[in-house]
Nanobody, 121 residues
Framework: QVQLVESGGGLVQAGGSLILSCAAS????????MGWYRQAPGKQRELVAT???????NYADSVKGRFTISRDNAKNTVYLQMDSLKPEDTAVYYC???????????????WGQGTLVTVSS
């Protein structure tokens, strides 16, 4: 069994910064991709940023230049540095990991429980 534990959400004023972290643990052989998604009230869950194990990153247009995703592959941990936060960034942020379990080497995709980020104007 694999689980993700997120931390770092909270309340911040517009223009401020927060950093989210997400650590994966359990029967992990390898993790190919880790990323962050968010879901605002009344809206669908959307991609924020992803980081592949080879270092390639991808960002939603709405956060480019303000958010930075990074990974510590040795610790199976992903971070999201969020700067210049805007009220429209308010959402529940979910961590996601895609990879392979230990023997019998099954595909895994797991989600974190979500952490609330609230940006006040």
């Amino acid at each position: 069994q694999v689980q993700l534990v997120e931390s770092g959400g909270g309340l911040v004023q517009a223009g401020g910064s927060l950093i989210l972290s997400c650590a994966a643990s359990g029967s992990i052989f390898s993790i190919h991709a880790m990323g962050w998604y968010r879901q605002a009230p009344g809206k669908q869950r959307e991609l924020v940023a992803t980081a592949i194990s080879n270092g390639i990153t991808n960002y939603a247009d709405s956060v480019k230049g303000r958010f930075t995703i990074s990974r510590d592959n040795a610790k199976n941990t992903v971070y999201l540095q969020m700067d210049s936060l805007k009220p429209e960034d308010t959402a529940v942020y979910y961590c996601n990991a895609v990879g392979t379990t230990v023997s019998p080497y099954r595909h895994l995709e797991v989600w974190g429980q979500g952490t609330l980020v609230t940006v006040s104007s």
